[in-house]
């Protein structure tokens, strides 16, 4: 691996087809190799190195970036998350989980930027703050206001039948 100060002892085949042909990596990079094989099938090292640099945000590397071969420690500074950004997808993605949007409830919730579960008051008020800001008195008789608010008419009477039609849930406390 380039940069890697470590001995090759341990071989890998360079692709599928050659696999008579071998690159040699320390422990800890043929580990890296073999365990993104299917992925990165054919590429040299080097562009392995590069497709990990480019989707960090989406794959971990087993090593620290730009530090490859080194036998630093993961600087602390790399898992702090200041803007609670990672934090705050895994409460959306924990909150998201609870209840399953219903397919047929995805365009209307879209169309009124709501999110599933839902409960009627709010989708109440986020249809007068809509239908306010759309109505076509609001726009200059805007014929694309009118057909926006068509729209948002639409994806309301959805929401609202479907919510309708659910058993109540006893209110508590
Ligand atoms: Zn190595």
Known sequence: MPGCGATGE????KSRTTLNEYWWFCLEHVRAYNASWDFYKGMSPGEIEAQLRADTAWQRPTWPLGRIGMTAQIDPEMLRDPLGVLGAGRAAERRSH???????????????????PLTIDTLKTRYKELAKRHHPDANGGDRAAEERLKTINLAYATLRGR???QPKLAATG
């Open 163 to 165: 919510l309708a039609s």
């Open 10 to 13: 341990y071989r890998a085949p």
């Open 98 to 116: 609870g209840e399953e949007t219903p397919a047929e409830l995805r365009e209307p919730l879209a169309t009124l930027g709501l999110a599933w």
